[in-house]
């Protein structure tokens, strides 16, 4: 009996076709359902590096990618252009590897040119000169290759081998060229090693490969999965992320790091799907994040990753915010959160009556409203300080200005104003919500058996210390999401401090597989190569970062006029409509509100539907770079990058009140960019009117 089973890049390359192509996609792969696969012509290729490789017609100017597994069993690898099907399919080579028995696929013509084009031996040494052939060998690299590794001396020439060799080899050979001992790469892939492999069977090696193929199981399965192809796709997992997320025990809290596309929420709901697997009724695992949009977009995914409802039931899936305001209601207490525009006003008020300072340029300076707020957030409610002597003997890392006793005293009493002011009128922040959440949950028994928390780069230290709260300490108690480099919030935290230790159990991740090569190179320069500090106290690192699809260059468009740049997006959205690019698969990004307002009016306008949740309209979705965290397009623009708008005036201290503050600003505003950049898949479009952002990295 013919079976089909599907590839991981073909979900996603499925996905981007057009309707007319999909539906011949659906009707040639249920020609296997039905078993006349005969029918299909699965023709062999004249020069095909490997003999099990075959293609097969779509329509007139498509193909399928299959690989003739045996046992009458068929992957369908990728869905192609004529051209591009054949050659893809007469230039890759699938083998077993020997050591953990999974398949894999590597461009053959590809390693063929590189090995042509490099001299037969470095002339200053190899990059691997400090591994034996007996150790590629022994740690699954193919001896086929061994020849062509010593002839790379630097980064840049193994770099230029991503998406030509096999990607668990690749992984080996980035970990050793990093320096890690042959050991310790052995012992972090000690589980997923297999003994007894036969190369011939490339069935077994298949199912052994759940992060490239996917048997499908009936036609049910198969139409759930090409009803939504990419959200399928993403709930695959390499084996590294593999490893993190089923591991069957942490011996306490565990970091998992790593930058935008790598796959830490995916691997957050796997966490989150297996820990709740293994608990009885009654008993839960919190899966939680900073926003309750990003809360939402967990819980459906959650729903398409766990087909259970009894393992979904053990699941809660809320923001932060959300459960602290939950917790605090419950106990009996009366919750109105501050609106944004209240607290500017105090501030405000708080300003006009803040000491003078002379700066370190030895200028007289008044502190603006926006530092006394940061004081409040960052140094008095990240410790929990209620008195004026408290403030003034604590630490102020990560606050540029200094100050001393007496300005402190003065400062105390502006914030203490606003917060008196707060109280008087019954009114919390969010912030301080979250630390009277956790003051009600050290009262009482812990709520949850598992915490997983996604996004953690941008909690507050109060909410950190209600999620502390939540779960009691011990094995497997909290999994943790973060990546430093999207953080865009001001939270410096040490997760030390806050009674969760980390160290021995952080994990990090360095493979996109959402962005293409060329959109990533990009939105790396955008962040201007400064380490950024990560929850356990340790610089992190891009090293080792990238993407495993290439694609076309990102294009950036100046624009005489805002007018003529609104035009010219009009125009870009209606291209890829055309093209078949369906409406929820388009974003455009811009900095302000006031922008998304604007560019939502001007689409509507020339017929483009935008997307909004609360009328249930769906369409291209208009953001700002905050409101793209967390989602993905296709296609992607990126207007309004001009200097007067990115970075914002509002959200940077003035240099001359505290550099180190404005520098902190300014970084955050990369990476706010970082975020929104990352969100693009295959197309990314940008634009500005007038002088371009200095964020912008020189592309030519």
């Not at 799907?273 to 809360?295: H, I, Q, S, Y």
């Not at 291209?575 to 455009?588: C, D, F, K």
Request: aromatic share 6%; proline share 5%; charged share 25%.
């Amino acid at each position: 009996m013919a079976e089909l089973a599907l590839g991981r890049d073909f979900l996603p390359a499925y996905a981007r076709l057009q309707r007319r192509v999909q539906q011949a996609v659906v009707a040639a792969i249920s020609k296997f359902a039905e078993h006349t696969h005969a029918g299909l012509r699965l023709e062999k290729l004249t020069g095909a590096r490997d003999p099990n490789i075959r293609t097969i017609r779509i329509d007139r100017f498509y193909r399928g990618v299959v690989l003739a597994l045996g046992e009458e069993k068929y992957a369908l690898l990728d869905v192609r252009p004529h051209d591009d099907a054949i050659a893809f399919a007469v230039s890759r080579r699938f083998t077993v590897n020997q050591v953990l028995g999974v398949l894999e696929m590597r461009d053959q013509e590809a390693i063929e040119e590189f090995a042509r084009a490099e001299p037969a031996a470095p002339p200053s040494g190899g990059l691997f000169d400090h591994v034996t052939n007996a150790d590629f060998v022994r740690l699954g690299v193919d001896a086929d290759l061994v020849p062509l590794l010593r002839v790379i001396a630097t980064d840049k020439q193994l770099e230029s081998l991503i998406g030509r060799l096999p990607d668990a080899q690749l992984d080996i050979l980035l970990d050793l060229s990093a320096g890690m001992p042959v050991a310790e790469v052995w012992a972090e892939r000690a589980d997923r090693i297999v003994s007894g492999v036969d190369p011939d069977d490339l069935v077994a090696a298949a199912r052994r490969t759940p992060d490239r193929i996917a048997f499908v199981d009936g036609p049910v399965e198969l139409a759930a999965i090409l009803a939504h192809p990419f959200d399928v796709w993403r709930t695959f997992l390499h084996p590294n992320q593999r490893d993190i997320a089923y591991r069957e025990t942490y011996s306490g809290p565990a970091l998992v790091t790593g930058s935008a596309g790598t796959g830490k929420t995916v691997t957050g709901l796997h966490r989150a799907v297996f820990l709740a697997n293994r608990l009885p009724d009654g008993e839960k695992v919190l899966l939680t994040t900073f926003t309750r949009a990003l809360a939402e977009a967990l819980a459906r995914q959650l729903h398409r990753l766990a087909d259970d409802p009894a393992v979904r039931a053990r699941i809660d899936v809320i923001s932060v915010d959300r459960l602290a305001y939950e917790i605090v209601a419950r106990d009996g207490g009366k919750v109105s959160i501050a609106e944004n525009e209240l607290l500017d006003q105090l501030w405000q008020d708080a300003a006009r009556t803040a000491p003078t300072f002379v700066n370190r340029a030895g200028q007289v300076t008044t502190l603006s409203p926006t530092f006394l707020r940061h004081e409040f957030e960052q140094v008095v409610l990240a410790q929990r300080l209620t008195t004026a002597e408290a403030y003034r003997d604590a630490p102020r890392r990560g606050r540029g200005t200094s100050l001393r006793a007496a300005q402190r005293a003065q400062v105390w009493a502006a914030i203490d104003t606003v917060a008196r002011e707060l109280t008087r009128r019954r009114l919390r922040t969010h912030t301080q919500l979250a630390d009277d959440a956790a003051a009600i949950l050290r009262r009482s028994p812990a709520r949850y058996r598992h915490v997983v928390v996604d996004e953690g780069q941008d909690l507050h230290p109060a909410q950190w210390r209600l999620l502390r709260a939540l779960v009691a300490p011990g094995p497997n108690d909290m999994f943790l999401l973060a990546d430093p480099y999207q953080r865009i919030y001001d939270n410096q935290v040490s997760l030390a401090q806050l009674g969760i230790e980390v160290r021995g159990r952080t994990r990090r991740l360095t493979v996109n597989y959402r962005t293409t090569h060329e959109i990533l190179d990009l939105s790396v320069k955008v962040l201007g190569g400064d380490p950024a500090l990560g929850l356990d106290g340790q610089d992190d690192t891009l090293r080792g970062y990238r993407s495993v699809t290439r694609g076309g260059p990102p294009e950036l468009t100046a624009a005489g006029s805002r007018d003529d740049e609104f035009e010219a997006l009009i125009e870009r959205v209606g291209t890829w409509l055309e093209q078949g690019v369906e409406p929820h698969a388009i974003g455009v990004a811009v900095r302000t509100g006031q922008l998304v307002r604007t560019v939502s009016r001007i689409l509507v306008e020339a017929h483009i539907d935008v997307a909004d949740d609360r009328r249930g309209v769906d369409g291209v979705r208009v953001a700002t770079m905050h409101r793209m965290k967390g989602l993905e397009f296709q296609c992607l623009a990126v207007v309004g990058l001009d200097a007067g708008v990115l970075p914002a005036p509002h959200a940077l201290t003035s240099a001359a009140e505290d550099p180190h503050a404005h520098r902190q600003d300014l970084q955050r505003e990369r990476c706010l960019l970082f975020v929104a950049l990352t969100r693009a898949r295959d197309v990314l479009y940008l634009s500005h009117s007038g002088t371009p952002s200095p964020l912008l990295p020189v592309t030519r």
